[in-house]
């Protein structure tokens, strides 16, 4: 049976473990792994979450949201364990993060992936989510990087 939960003080180690091992997996740039030490901590805003997926005691997945504006939010860290990709978790991972964002009143969602990600970018296009171009914001490292990440928005 899988559980998703917020995470708590004795997930925190080993969702690092689970973060850097999806970076190391598929070759990402570790300079964008900011956060993974105590993802608890890195999203603590009143507005802010950070879910993590489990199948008894394994960590199979994880998505976060952090507040960037009034009306927009960030998401995450949506990541999925190899085994169970193609299975329905993101999508049960980003049901339960867009249903948080509506309960915060955030009117949009916004997120980044690298350029190459392909099957990440088909996945949000998938479920409504469309291009755009943002404006630099220094909260948002990845905004300031155009040439490694495409940017996505999805009204709610």
């Not at 690092?16 to 993802?39: A, H, P, Q, T, V």
């Not at 994880?62 to 999925?80: A, I, N, W």
């Not at 088909?122 to 490694?148: A, C, V």
């Amino acid at each position: 049976m899988i559980k998703i939960s917020e995470i708590k003080e004795g997930d925190i180690k080993n969702v690092y473990k689970f973060c850097l091992g999806i970076f190391e997996e598929l070759n990402w740039d570790k300079r964008f792994s900011y956060g993974l030490k105590n993802l608890k901590d890195f999203f603590d805003g009143p507005r802010e979450i950070f879910f993590i997926a489990k199948k008894g005691k394994e960590i199979i997945g994880c998505v976060g949201l952090k507040e960037l504006l009034k009306d927009k939010s960030l998401m995450k860290r949506l990541y999925v364990a190899k085994d169970f990709r193609g299975r329905g978790m993101a999508l049960l991972l980003f049901k339960k993060i867009k249903r948080f964002a509506k309960k915060q009143d955030y009117k949009v969602i916004v997120l980044d992936t690298f350029k190459n990600n392909f099957r990440a970018k088909k996945f949000y296009e998938k479920n409504g989510f469309k291009p755009f171009n943002p404006k630099p914001d220094k909260k948002w490292k990845e905004s300031l990087r155009p040439e490694i990440f495409d940017y996505y928005i999805l009204k709610l």
